[in-house]
């Protein structure tokens, strides 16, 4: 599943070539997402000029005057920009073409993704922490929300509640990092321990955009491109294999039905 590295790389790889311009014209191939799409949507965007392409948690908002598309890549979708004569593939379901050329299409083989629209925050994005990112998200906020609370850390962590974007593949990293165990209850892990975490969280993320995202089955960036931050990968997806600090054997196990992947010694 794309998470927010990859949301933001298609982000930085399409906005350049696409805002600015004016939808000439939108069609969609199939409206069965995981949301119908909107049966208006051509109605509400072509004719009108896009003023930015934003990204709030792991969707992306394309702003209009009038209101804003709301895209969510879901299991398997991607964004790519199309070549004029590309024939379009089985799965491109909507397809955005613009005044100065450019062809915009969404892929998603699992029609997971979704592509609503909203004229003013739509109720997907009501609910939602801050951005890991911002300076808003910081270990007070963590060592606050966690206290009392038995749920482990890791789906703490990945709850959109207490902060947004941070997946399965990011957490997992970031808790190797941090040398927490994933399944430690939240509430008992001490301020200075979730400093080191919310820094961990902030650099991985960091990197991985900064790399493209990670490749993992389906991503590719705006242009096609699979991402690369999969071959720094210190712990995910390396269940038994030899744990790159100490050489002990790395262990899985499930939480909130996702692996997780940890070292026994390195992480406490």
């Known amino acids: 599943m794309p998470e927010l590295p990859e949301v933001e790389t298609t982000r930085r790889g399409i906005a350049p070539h696409i805002v600015g311009s004016v939808v000439t014209e939108l069609s969609v191939h199939n409206g069965s997402l995981?949301?119908?799409?909107?049966?208006?949507?051509?109605?509400?965007?072509?004719?009108?000029?896009?003023?930015?392409?934003?990204?709030?948690?792991?969707?992306?908002?394309?702003?209009?005057?009038?209101?804003?598309?709301?895209?969510?890549?879901?299991?398997?979708?991607?964004?790519?920009?199309?070549?004029?004569?590309?024939?379009r593939r089985l799965h491109d379901h909507i397809e955005w073409q613009f005044a100065n050329g450019a062809r915009l299409r969404y892929h998603d083989p699992r029609r997971f993704g979704c592509c609503l629209w909203s004229g003013g925050t739509h109720s997907q994005l009501a609910a939602l922490g801050p951005e890991p990112l911002d300076p808003e998200f910081n270990a007070e906020r963590l060592w606050h929300r966690s206290r009392g609370r038995k749920v482990a850390v890791k789906p703490f962590i990945m709850?959109?509640?207490?902060?947004?974007?941070?997946?399965?593949?990011?957490?997992?990293?970031?808790?190797?990092?941090?040398?927490?165990?994933?399944?430690?209850?939240?509430?008992?892990?001490?301020?200075?321990?979730?400093?080191?975490?919310?820094?961990?969280?902030?650099?991985?993320?960091?990197?991985?955009?900064?790399?493209?995202?990670?490749?993992?089955?389906?991503?590719?960036?705006?242009?096609?491109?699979?991402?690369?931050?999969?071959?720094?990968?210190?712990?995910?997806?390396?269940?038994?294999?030899?744990?790159?600090?100490?050489?002990?054997?790395?262990?899985?196990?499930?939480?909130?039905?996702?692996s997780s992947v940890f070292c026994p010694r390195c992480q406490r």
């Open 34 to 87: 995981r949301w119908p799409v909107p049966a208006d949507l051509s109605e509400q965007v072509v004719g009108q000029k896009l003023l930015a392409v934003d990204r709030r948690a792991k969707y992306l908002l394309f702003n209009f005057s009038t209101g804003s598309a709301l895209l969510h890549l879901g299991m398997s979708g991607s964004l790519r920009l199309a070549e004029p004569g590309t024939p």
């Open 159 to 258: 709850d959109n509640a207490t902060v947004v974007g941070v997946g399965n593949i990011y957490a997992t990293e970031a808790l190797f990092n941090a040398g927490i165990r994933p399944d430690r209850a939240a509430g008992s892990i001490s301020r200075k321990r979730y400093q080191r975490l919310a820094e961990e969280i902030v650099k991985v993320l960091s990197a991985a955009i900064e790399q493209g995202g990670t490749t993992l089955r389906d991503f590719v960036n705006g242009n096609g491109e699979p991402g690369y931050f999969a071959q720094q990968l210190s712990a995910y997806g390396r269940a038994g294999e030899a744990c790159l600090r100490c050489a002990g054997k790395l262990r899985e196990q499930r939480l909130g039905q996702r």
